[in-house]
DNA sequence: CGCCTTGTTGAAAACACTCAACTAGAGTGG
DNA sequence: CCACTCTAGTTGAGTGTTTTCAACAAGGCG
């Protein structure tokens, strides 16, 4: 998995193992609205290609043609969007089951980056099989349709989040990011794996990497979260939520028929 | 228009005219693709009502079950996000041809309110109408996913904004508001009405109403743009997009075969 | 070992917020 | 007609948060 190493391209024997490999992101979708059988095969036949990435690539460039959709099936990616005078916000973070550029099946291309957090797995869904779900299957189609709308519902929380301090920022980043890992079993209610930098924590929350520093000292100094060593501990959820005024309902973990 | 009088249902005579009511909607469509007759036709009959609401009206409520999305015709609305503590952010705002709550097919509760910056007038589309267009017809679904996806490119934007001061910020603002005004024949290059007050406007950007008021007199003063009396004056507009940073790529203007 | 990245802390400056006061105009009722 | 009230906009002064600039410690890795 060195940063040499050539995205991987999948050998025809794996195609059995595909339904395994989509099992986050079948648990992503059933936690929506039911999946029958046809619809799930439909899925494992849209997958062209298994790639892997070192942490630092850039998968996918903003203003660049795009061919396919990527879901990630195993580390974490950012959404990065670059200012003029270099700085960089992330306006999105993906984890395992999440479809990380479903949007650019009707884009075409995006208007952000794409990269690797950490060393990644990915699926790849050609557009192509995906359009043609969008004219056989509609209920599927509205489905996947709903991921992207949940996705715009977490870019609206990132937006409002705008009017809180540092403090509360970060541990409502933290409540989502926790909520979002437990859903595909990532997470436990003490914590979860949180293998980013304070830096690229930084720009997610829209602060200098120096005064994320010392928000997550003001964090751990008030015992509502602990962040180190590529993890993030929380002593008591509740109080974390309480603190963040936190309210999950805007990722919508509930099924419904749709 | 007045606040005591009931929301307005059309009646059936009225059906022949809605097509012209839709005119910007269908300029909103056609700005990313064509559109067929029998398309045209679809959305044409499914629209159930049409209503106008006065200024300062919450037309949705969050966590209300939604029978029907909302369909901006004149006016302009905005998505309101209310933290503990009681203050308001604004998640989105809307100009004529917006869909206001597509998002709520599938979603079925929204994660904000809907309320009205004016006077404004709308037209229903029933979940009912909806899903059935979403079966039968594969392509104008496409184009209804893409206009929930731009929605989302557009958070996406108010996210990253979050770096800048206010000035920028603002500034972004107005290049934006212009930019989708103009799609609709609503601005000239010299500016657009604005008819919003300091305050509403600091909700958008993220301010207090003090701050927000001070923002606007340093563009003023340095001659970007004047917000005064319901109206946004641009002198240069290439200034103030260079000023802002604005490329207007995420508002996705061009037809593309989707 | 030297070099790089990451994390940490201090001090000063910049930015936005709060509190407070005041103006101007629209609308109301005596 | 005028006083009253309300909203919107404006400005000043002081406070608090976040940024900037700078320096340094700890660990991984060539």
């Given at each position: 998995m060195s940063?040499?190493?050539?995205?991987?391209?999948?050998s025809s024997v794996d195609r059995g193992s595909i339904g395994d490999m989509l099992s986050d992101f079948f648990r992503t979708l059933e936690t929506r609205d039911a999946l029958g059988p046809t619809e799930r095969d439909a899925l494992v036949g849209a997958v062209s290609d298994v790639r892997v990435h070192p942490e630092g690539d850039t998968l996918i460039r903003a203003g660049q043609h795009a061919e396919?959709?990527?879901l990630l099936l195993d580390g974490m990616v950012a959404r990065a969007s670059y200012m003029a005078g270099g700085k960089?916000?992330?306006?999105?973070?993906?984890?395992?089951?999440?479809?990380?550029?479903l949007h650019s099946l009707l884009l075409r291309r995006l208007d952000h980056d794409v990269v690797a957090l950490s060393d990644v797995r990915v699926a790849l869904f050609p557009h192509a099989a995906l359009r043609r779900i969008s004219e056989e299957?509609?209920?599927?189609?509205?489905?996947?349709w709903l991921l992207t709308v949940i996705d715009a519902a977490i870019h609206r929380e990132w937006t409002a989040r705008l009017g809180h301090s540092a403090a509360v920022r970060m541990a409502k980043f933290?409540?989502?990011l926790h909520a979002r890992l437990d859903l595909i079993g990532g997470a436990t209610p003490q914590g979860f794996p949180l293998p980013l930098t304070?830096?690229?924590?930084?720009?997610i929350i829209g602060l200098t990497p120096v005064h994320m520093n010392r928000t997550l000292r003001n964090l751990r100094e008030s015992g509502l979260a602990v962040v180190r060593d590529g993890l993030a501990s929380i002593p008591d959820?509740?109080?974390?939520?309480?603190?963040?005024d936190f309210n999950p309902a805007y990722l919508y973990r509930e099924p419904e028929p749709r």
């Open positions: 940063s040499a190493m050539p995205p991987f391209a999948m396919h959709s990527t960089r916000q992330f306006v999105a973070i993906h984890v395992p089951g999440d479809f990380v550029d299957h509609a209920h599927l189609t509205r489905l996947l933290l409540c989502e304070q830096a690229v924590m930084a720009d959820l509740a109080a974390l939520r309480r603190f963040a």
